[in-house]
């Protein structure tokens, strides 16, 4: 009885691993059917180069470069980002690698499977290096670190390597796949604006008021002329008389008075 009582929960157990296997399957991120294939990456979050989840990702680099990719998520999406780095020449020593996800505001998202900083020898002749984030969220306390929706930023480095191998060629292959698509859930909130990373960095918010034209013909002439007063000017001049005052007084306490 209990021999074919432990048969039967093996046979359920097989039938649930079997079940589930196509299911992993269809979950594992795919390129879209005729998505544009991208072939070049960013240097910095500013010039991080735009993909969608689907979009091939190819491109020749070196070892030692930072390469940054963007791209949007919604309230309830699940992605992955899948890479591989082949090395076409051989190497002289391990080299550990790393991908990082971050988001609108540049905050660090953990990932939750993938070899997210592996290590290889150097007879090894790629890597492959994985993450996959929490689900997003509609909205989340201030204080919190929680995905929420907006653009997010890849970036590729090497962390530890031989000096010998910097600057040595590789060949990138990268993937973001969307995984799954709940939408938004019932988080009974909503952010008001995605979290988009600011790309013009410098520009003047608050304008200064334009001067009068007038104004500024009839004065500009003498103040051509005249030096710009700050602090330095301020300090000479105070330093200048009191070096003043103290020549004279001193001038006055060693003078001696005339013989009659």
């Excluded at 240097?43 to 689907?54: M, R």
């Excluded at 090497?158 to 060629?169: F, M, Q, R, Y």
Aim: net charge negative.
């Amino acid at each position: 009885m209990r021999i074919a009582l432990f048969r039967s929960m093996a046979a359920l157990l097989a039938a649930g691993v079997a079940a589930l296997l196509p299911a992993a399957a269809v979950a594992a991120p795919t390129p879209s059917p005729g998505a544009t294939p991208v072939n070049r990456a960013g240097t910095s979050f500013l010039t991080a180069t735009p993909i969608t989840a689907g979009q091939p990702v190819r491109v020749d680099a070196s070892i030692g470069d930072h390469l940054y990719w963007s791209f949007p998520a919604t309230a309830g999406q699940v992605h992955e980002i899948n890479a591989t780095v082949t090395f076409p020449k051989g190497r002289s020593g391990a080299s550990t690698w790393t991908v990082d996800v971050f988001d609108g505001l540049r905050r660090r998202q953990a990932c939750t499977a993938g070899a997210q900083t592996p290590t290889v020898d150097a007879k090894a002749s790629n890597v492959v290096l994985g993450c996959t984030l929490r689900e997003v969220r509609s909205w989340a306390e201030p204080w919190s670190a929680d995905p929420l929706p907006g653009t997010y930023v890849v970036r590729l480095s090497v962390i530890e390597l031989p000096e010998p191998d910097l600057g040595a060629p590789i060949d990138v292959d990268l993937l973001v796949g969307t995984i799954a698509d709940r939408g938004a859930s019932a988080d009974d909130g909503e952010l008001a604006a995605p979290l988009v990373p600011n790309t013009k960095a410098g520009t003047v918010l608050n304008a200064v008021p334009p001067v009068d034209a007038e104004a500024d013909d009839e004065s500009g002439s003498l103040a051509d002329w005249l030096p710009d007063l700050g602090s330095r000017w301020v300090w000479t001049g105070i330093g200048g008389v009191l070096a003043a005052v103290a020549g004279v007084f001193g001038f006055a306490v060693t003078r001696r008075p005339r013989r009659p």
